[in-house]
């Protein structure tokens, strides 16, 4: 989800962002963890630069919910519309692994549930990378076989 509201747009420091999601997850109980991931994250973020934020959210019924009332609470606290927020369970395998590897831990209510997400994330990627791997090939190989 991206937060389009006003289209302001200004940089945001790294700070910045983790104390507004505490913050946010603070008043969101179904919020297990949050995460930042993605150029800010890996301190490489410019003045266009959106804010990813990854979520472990309980109650699998509000995750579309919970994920949009994050992500409006983030863009006031913030005064930017550049924020993207996504449940972390209904993100793709490569996504996840992408947080768990390069991402950071703002908040944390459970640590025994980010860690079950940390493993399953990891092993659904390992599982799917050598499928992706070839197909990759394949269609690389279809592009430099074109005419």
Do not use: N, W
Not at 94 to 117: H, I, M, N, Q, T
């Amino acid at each position: 989800m991206t937060g389009e509201g006003s289209g302001r747009r200004s940089a945001v420091t790294r700070e910045a962002v983790e104390a507004a999601l505490v913050e946010t997850v603070a008043t969101e109980h179904s919020i297990v963890a949050a995460f930042l991931f993605g150029s800010l994250a890996h301190g490489t973020a410019g003045p266009l630069s959106d804010v990813d934020v990854g979520l472990l959210i309980s109650d699998p019924r509000e995750r579309g919910a919970v994920s949009e009332r994050t992500m409006d609470a983030l863009c006031r606290r913030l005064r930017t519309s550049r924020v993207d927020v996504v449940s972390l369970a209904d993100a793709p395998p490569p996504l996840r692994y992408r947080v768990v590897r390069d991402g950071s831990l703002v908040a944390c209510r459970d640590r025994a549930a980010v860690e079950r997400f940390v493993v399953e994330a990891v092993l659904q990627y390992l599982d799917f990378k050598p499928l992706r791997d070839r197909a990759f090939a394949r269609m690389r190989q279809a592009v430099l076989e074109s005419p």
